[in-house]
């Protein structure tokens, strides 16, 4: 123990968006970012502190415990080669983890 990760992305399929039930396709690139943004602050900077984002309105955030791993959780971010994606795994120092889609999907 003590060792941990994570990893997160939007969907890519409109019957994907319709099965989450809380994602609309247009504003699911915003909103995965602007949690990217908060998940970053949690780890790296210390509480309380209030979030008040176009997606998530947190009044009292006091992140505790801290991470061990210094400076945080390894972080994975799967996508299918979109710049804005790159651009944000390298911008937080994340593993960008390429994942292969072809045409149907698969």
């Known amino acids: ?12 399929f409109a019957s994907q968006y319709h099965s989450y039930g809380n994602m609309y396709p247009l504003t699911a690139r915003p909103r995965y970012r602007e949690s990217i943004v908060l998940l970053h602050k949690l780890w790296t900077e210390d509480g309380p502190f209030a979030w008040e984002g176009e997606f998530f309105n947190l009044p009292n955030v006091n992140p505790w415990p801290k991470p061990i791993q210094q400076p945080y959780s390894d972080v994975f971010i799967p996508a299918a080669g979109s710049k804005e994606t790159i651009e944000l795994a390298a911008k937080y120092d994340f593993t960008y983890q390429s994942a292969r889609i072809d045409k149907w999907g698969l």
Do not use: K, L, P, V
């Open 1 to 12: 123990m003590g060792h941990s990760f994570g990893g997160g992305a939007t969907a890519e």
